[in-house]
Every structure is written in structure tokens, then in C-alpha cells.
């Protein structure tokens, strides 16, 4: 058990999501000829440490750096009135995203409501070429017509499930588990610093 529920299975370890995250660095270069007009901008918290790990991945593929981004989408949230006290983070993005392909990095893709959020927030900050969308796990019921270009692994789930990404960044372990939700739970990713109490 850890703070967030129930474990019922780890979907994902830690060199499994490695080798996902080569493999989609090797895709997103092939879909794009290269990395000459790409930027990775990744949600906070956890899609900013992917998408940082795919800079990295890239940069060590093609010997290049590329322009890397952290967007806070608190405030673009559609139930953002629902939670009174929203954490608000900062976005990060150094660097014009006009023209650019910006690749789009998050931990799970559910509803497809973050990812409009996302879209909104981006669209507000400048004008890219293209937005295509890396998730590590996409988990299904979309709510919204929204699909990843780039995907490290589909796991099916029901509702009354959660899947969430705990990375060492932040949690001192990196793996994706599939959790029983528990009354009062809320389906979406782990506070930072969410130790399994096994861990």
C-alpha cells in the first residue's frame, strides 16, 4: 500500500520506462527528420522530467541540443473552480515557440482534458508549426477527440482504477502502478514525494 491507494500491479519498472523513452526519442526524430525545429515542453509535475529525459535521449542520438520547456497549466484547467487551492508551479519556456514542432510531454493520458488545458496554455504563450503529444502510458477512456503521436505503453484500466508515474526525481523510485482508488480519491498523478511505504 502506499499513501495514494491499494497497489494492484506495477505496469511499467524502472528499465522498462527507459527503454520506452529510447524508443520514442528514436520515433519523434524519424517523424521529424531530425531534431533541427524541435522543442520538448513537458507538463508539470512528471511530463517536465520525461521531457527532459527525452532531451537528453536526443541530444545523446543526434549530438545536438534541443530547446527544452516546463508548462504549469493550473489555471487552464476546466475544474480549476473545483479545487480552491490549486498548486501553482511555473512555467518555463526560454525560447520562442513560433514555427516550432513542439512535441508535448505528459505522464498518463486519460480524459484528454489536461492536454486541452495544455494546448490552451500553449497557444497563449505563441504560434508552433505543429503540437504532437508524447505520453508515457496512455490509460483510455478519452472524453475528448485527443490521441498521442507518441506512446510508451497502452495499459487498460477501468474507472474505478489509477495509474500513476512515481519518478526518482521526486519520489526516490521510478515505476508506474496501477492503484484501487479509495473513497475520497481523486484519479490523476501522485503528490510529489509519494513514497510507497515498501520503498
Given at each position: 500500500?502506499?499513501?495514494?491507494?491499494?497497489?494492484?500491479s506495477?505496469?511499467?519498472?524502472?528499465e522498462?520506462?527507459?527503454?520506452?523513452?529510447?524508443?520514442?526519442?528514436?520515433?519523434?526524430?524519424?517523424?521529424?527528420?531530425?531534431?533541427?525545429?524541435?522543442?520538448?515542453?513537458?507538463?508539470?509535475?512528471?511530463?517536465?522530467?520525461l521531457?527532459?529525459?527525452?532531451?537528453?535521449?536526443?541530444?545523446e542520438?543526434?549530438?545536438v541540443?534541443?530547446?527544452?520547456?516546463?508548462?504549469?497549466?493550473?489555471?487552464?484547467?476546466?475544474?480549476?473552480?473545483?479545487?480552491?487551492?490549486?498548486?501553482?508551479?511555473?512555467?518555463?519556456?526560454?525560447?520562442?515557440?513560433?514555427?516550432?514542432?513542439?512535441?508535448?510531454?505528459?505522464?498518463?493520458?486519460?480524459?484528454?482534458?489536461?492536454?486541452?488545458?495544455?494546448?490552451d496554455?500553449?497557444?497563449?504563450?505563441?504560434?508552433?508549426?505543429?503540437?504532437?503529444l508524447?505520453?508515457?502510458?496512455?490509460?483510455?477512456?478519452?472524453?475528448?477527440?485527443?490521441?498521442?503521436?507518441?506512446?510508451?505503453?497502452?495499459?487498460?484500466?477501468s474507472?474505478?482504477?489509477?495509474?500513476?508515474?512515481?519518478?526518482?526525481?521526486?519520489?526516490?523510485?521510478?515505476?508506474?502502478?496501477?492503484?484501487?482508488?479509495?473513497?475520497?480519491?481523486?484519479?490523476?498523478?501522485?503528490?510529489?514525494g509519494?513514497?510507497?511505504?515498501?520503498?
Amino acid at each position: 500500500m502506499t499513501a495514494t491507494g491499494n497497489i494492484k500491479s506495477i505496469c511499467m519498472d524502472a528499465e522498462e520506462i527507459e527503454r520506452s523513452l529510447t524508443r520514442m526519442a528514436h520515433q519523434i526524430l524519424e517523424k521529424n527528420k531530425g531534431a533541427t525545429n524541435i522543442a520538448l515542453v513537458g507538463i508539470v509535475t512528471r511530463g517536465d522530467i520525461l521531457a527532459k529525459r527525452l532531451v537528453d535521449k536526443i541530444s545523446e542520438i543526434e549530438g545536438v541540443d534541443v530547446p527544452f520547456g516546463r508548462l504549469d497549466i493550473s489555471f487552464y484547467r476546466d475544474d480549476y473552480s473545483l479545487h480552491y487551492s490549486p498548486e501553482v508551479l511555473s512555467t518555463e519556456i526560454n525560447f520562442s515557440i513560433d514555427g516550432k514542432d513542439i512535441i508535448l510531454v505528459d505522464d498518463i493520458l486519460y480524459t484528454g482534458r489536461t492536454i486541452r488545458a495544455a494546448l490552451d496554455a500553449l497557444i497563449d504563450i505563441g504560434r508552433p508549426g505543429t503540437v504532437q503529444l508524447a505520453v508515457l502510458v496512455d490509460r483510455g477512456h478519452r472524453e475528448l477527440p485527443i490521441r498521442a503521436d507518441y506512446v510508451g505503453k497502452n495499459v487498460p484500466s477501468s474507472s474505478s482504477e489509477n495509474v500513476r508515474l512515481f519518478l526518482d526525481e521526486v519520489d526516490g523510485f521510478t515505476e508506474v502502478q496501477i492503484l484501487d482508488l479509495e473513497n475520497g480519491d481523486r484519479i490523476g498523478s501522485a503528490p510529489l514525494g509519494s513514497h510507497g511505504d515498501d520503498k
